[in-house]
T-cell receptor
Framework: NAGVMQNPRHLVRRRGQEARLRCSPM?????VYWYRQLPEEGLKFMVY????????ESGMPKERFSAEFPKEGPSILRIQQVVRGDSAAYFC???????????FGSGTRLTVV | KQEVTQIPAALSVPEGENLVLNCSFT??????LQWFRQDPGKGLTSLLL?????REQTSGRLNASLDKSSGRSTLYIAASQPGDSATYLC????????????FGTGTLLAVQP
């Protein structure tokens, strides 16, 4: 069991470009959560998805950010027209069912230059 | 709104000491509570998961307790080692439709050899 796989580990984007972050949950897990960790801050919830459905996106910025978890393939967190303030570590977690706890990936560290 | 607080924010101890990390939460209607450790620049490693019906969980030198009524959890680390140096994060799992994690601010632990 390879655990939760995130790629890329590090991503550098220029202001205005798009960033696409990928997350493959643990085998058998159908719940995916994305969290963001800003420098010197704690982990903040962004979005919760199940296959083909967004369940809770209350933590997502209203603009430029979107997420999906298609029937086939990894979950994608997409950030359009990145700005310097988007620089952070983005973590994905999976669970199934939730009361069994969460397993986190190693994260994607996004740097906007 | 659920808020999770961890004290102390930072702790430095000599090797071999037993120590206690504290976590408090404002809304006792939680589903579960999970403790993680995070090494610098790395992802989150799950340490212990306490379900709401449980009072404590143990794994090796770690013991976590949960008192829902008072909104508190403690993580006890016995015979600390330099390899225990990391940031320790407490997270409560909210009940309801999303079961999302709400993280505390973390305790940065340094164990001096």
């Amino acid at each position: 069991n390879a655990g939760v796989m995130q790629n890329p580990r590090h991503l550098v984007r220029r202001r205005g470009q798009e960033a696409r972050l990928r997350c493959s949950p643990m085998k058998g897990h159908s719940h995916v959560y994305w969290y963001r960790q800003l420098p010197e801050e704690g982990l903040k919830f962004m979005v919760y998805l199940q296959k083909e459905n967004i369940i809770d996106e209350s933590g997502m910025p209203k603009e430029r950010f979107s997420a999906e978890f298609p029937k086939e393939g990894p979950s994608i967190l997409r950030i359009q027209q990145v700005v310097r303030g988007d620089s952070a570590a983005y973590f994905c977690a999976s669970s199934s069912p939730p009361n069994y706890g969460y397993t986190f990936g190693s994260g994607t560290r996004l740097t906007v230059v | 709104k659920q808020e999770v607080t961890q004290i102390p924010a930072a702790l430095s101890v000599p090797e071999g000491e037993n120590l206690v990390l504290n976590c408090s939460f404002t809304d006792s209607a939680i589903y579960n509570l999970q403790w993680f450790r995070q090494d610098p620049g790395k992802g989150l490693t799950s340490l212990l998961l306490i379900q709401s019906s449980q009072r404590e969980q143990t794994s090796g030198r770690l013991n976590a307790s949960l008192d829902k009524s008072s909104g508190r959890s403690t993580l006890y680390i016995a015979a600390s080692q330099p390899g225990d140096s990391a940031t320790y994060l407490c997270a409560v799992i909210e009940g309801g439709a999303t079961n999302k994690l709400i993280f505390g601010t973390g305790t940065l632990l340094a164990v001096q050899p």
